[in-house]
C-alpha cells in the first residue's frame, strides 16, 4: 500500500486546515487509516483513525471535538478535518494505514504502511 498525504501548512490558532491521505495498491490487505503526528525532538503519536469498513473512529483526547477523521472509500482517500488549532498541535503529520485490532490502534507499531510527513505549523 502506497500513501500520498496533502493539505498541510501553516495557520494562526483558532485557524482550519483540512489533510488528506490518497491509499493506492492493496487496499485490501488493511482495515483501518489514521494519522499520528510528531512534534520536533518528540515521539510519534496518535492522532485519530478510522476503520474503513464501517468508519468507526478513535481519538487522542486532546484533539476530541476539534478534529474529525473521515473516508472516502470510492477514492480510498482519509481526511483530516482539524479545526481551533492550537500551538501544540504543531507537528509533522503522518498518514498511516494497517491491520490494527481495537486495542493496539494507538500505537504506532500495529501499522504497517506509512506516508510521508506533512508539516503543520500553528503560529500563536
Known amino acids: 500500500v502506497q500513501l500520498q498525504a496533502y493539505g498541510g501548512g501553516m495557520v494562526q490558532a483558532g485557524g482550519s486546515l483540512k489533510l488528506s491521505c490518497a491509499a493506492s495498491g492493496s487496499i485490501f490487505s488493511i482495515n483501518t487509516m489514521g494519522w499520528f503526528r510528531q512534534a520536533s525532538g518528540k515521539e510519534r503519536d496518535f492522532v485519530a483513525a478510522?476503520?474503513?469498513?464501517?468508519?468507526?473512529?478513535k481519538y487522542e483526547d486532546s484533539v476530541k471535538g476539534r478534529f474529525t477523521v473521515s473516508r472516502d472509500v470510492r477514492k480510498n482517500t482519509v481526511y483530516l478535518q482539524m479545526n481551533s488549532l492550537k500551538a501544540e498541535d504543531t507537528a509533522v503529520y503522518y498518514c498511516t494505514a494497517g491491520r490494527p485490532i481495537s486495542s493496539t490502534m494507538r500505537l504506532p507499531t500495529a501499522y504497517s504502511y506509512w506516508g510521508q510527513g506533512t508539516q503543520v505549523t500553528v503560529s500563536s
Open positions: 478510522i476503520r474503513w469498513s464501517g468508519g468507526s473512529t
